[in-house]
Nanobody, 127 residues
Framework: QVQLVESGGGLVQAGGSLRLSCAASGRTFDTYGVGWFRQAPGKERYFVAAITWTWNGGNTHYADSVKGRFTVSRDNAKNTVYLQMDSLKPEDTAVYFC??????????????????WGQGTQVTVSS
């Protein structure tokens, strides 16, 4: 069982930055792939970024809408995955969720692939 807790959300002006954290319980977190999704009011939950599991540390993947602006990384010693968000836009406003799946390396863009979810953190970007 893995428990995930997101933090780092808040209110920021367009062009600003935020860093989200996803802290996990469990001793085998380094065997998990982790994804970030976001959900705006009245909309579906969409894939944002993922760091998948591989033998040599994992690969990163991004939605086209955030590529070049967002960076996902992990610190296995701290059981934490980060989402650095730069050049934020008002359309980035949403609740951001992290999710994890053990040995997850494919189909990372589908929410159904993941077994564990955090409670979400609100990100609001003002224009």
């Amino acid at each position: 069982q893995v428990q995930l807790v997101e933090s780092g959300g808040g209110l920021v002006q367009a062009g600003g930055s935020l860093r989200l954290s996803c802290a996990a319980s469990g001793r085998t977190f380094d065997t998990y792939g982790v994804g970030w999704f976001r959900q705006a009011p009245g909309k579906e939950r969409y894939f944002v970024a993922a760091i998948t599991w591989t033998w040599n540390g994992g690969n990163t993947h991004y939605a086209d809408s955030v590529k070049g602006r967002f960076t996902v990384s992990r610190d296995n010693a701290k059981n934490t995955v980060y989402l650095q968000m730069d050049s934020l836009k008002p359309e980035d406003t949403a609740v951001y969720f992290c999710a994890a799946g053990q040995y997850l390396s494919v189909v990372y863009y589908r929410s159904a692939t993941y077994d564990y979810w955090g409670q979400g953190t609100q990100v609001t970007v003002s224009s």
